[in-house]
T-cell receptor, first 111, second 115 residues
């Protein structure tokens, strides 16, 4: 039962352009959504989060949008930089307990 | 301030042996989580512990797997009689509290290979 889905396994973007990573979920009880970034041989690092009562949160080059009616969220990175090349995981949380992760999207930024 | 420390980084075990994975949370963090990542998949929740208590073990296989977080010392994830399907990266995460949206801090994982 995959409650959080990232349907694009990979994404390639030109340096300086916008990267848009998508995530869909099925459980309307999720309270919070978080994005993590992961480099090879390292653990995930937290990027940005959004409460289920908001529709947008921005932090520097990173913006997360939440569309509750569509059960969809997206992470926008602009402008994209070579150091952004990594695997990005969407995660959702219920009642401040465990996180449910998507399968991840591998983002490659081309110079 | 050291991050979440996991050891060993790599662990090779033969089928039937035991694997012990250790996790020292960040200083001041009393909440510990274990996640498993199979190749080309996302992280799957296994267990959530606070000091000396298991809060949620709904992601733990019913047999061979156990976890503890004693009053003193690191959290331990123990896998008895390992099988090839246990080969994966095991990540530990910690947090100081469990407020809504409080991000978890992850270690760099232990990569278990069962031969």
């Amino acid at each position: 039962d995959q409650q959080v889905k990232q349907n694009s396994p990979s994404l390639s973007v030109q340096e300086g352009r916008i990267s848009i990573l998508n995530c869909d979920y099925t459980n309307s009880m999720f309270d919070y959504f978080l994005w993590y970034k992961k480099y090879p041989a390292e653990g995930p690092t937290f990027l940005i989060s959004i409460s289920s009562i908001k529709d947008k949160n921005e932090d520097g080059r990173f913006t997360v949008f939440l569309n509750k009616s569509a059960k969809h969220l997206s992470l926008h990175i602009v402008p994209s930089q070579p150091g952004d090349s990594a695997v990005y995981f969407c995660a959702a949380e219920i009642r401040a307990q465990k996180l449910v992760f998507g399968q991840g999207t591998r983002l490659t930024i081309n110079p | 301030n050291a991050g979440v420390m996991q050891n060993p980084r790599h662990l090779v075990r033969r089928r039937g042996q035991e694997a012990r994975l250790r996790c020292s949370p960040m200083k001041g963090h009393s909440h510990v989580y274990w996640y498993r990542q199979l190749p080309e998949e996302g992280l799957k929740f296994m267990v959530y512990l606070q000091k000396e208590n298991i809060i949620d073990e709904s992601g733990m296989p019913k047999e061979r797997f156990s976890a503890e977080f004693p009053k003193e010392g690191p959290s331990i994830l123990r896998i008895q009689q390992v099988v090839r399907g246990d080969s994966a990266a095991y990540f530990c995460a910690s947090s100081p509290d469990r407020g809504l949206g409080s991000p978890l801090h992850f270690g760099n994982g232990t990569r278990l290979t069962v031969t």
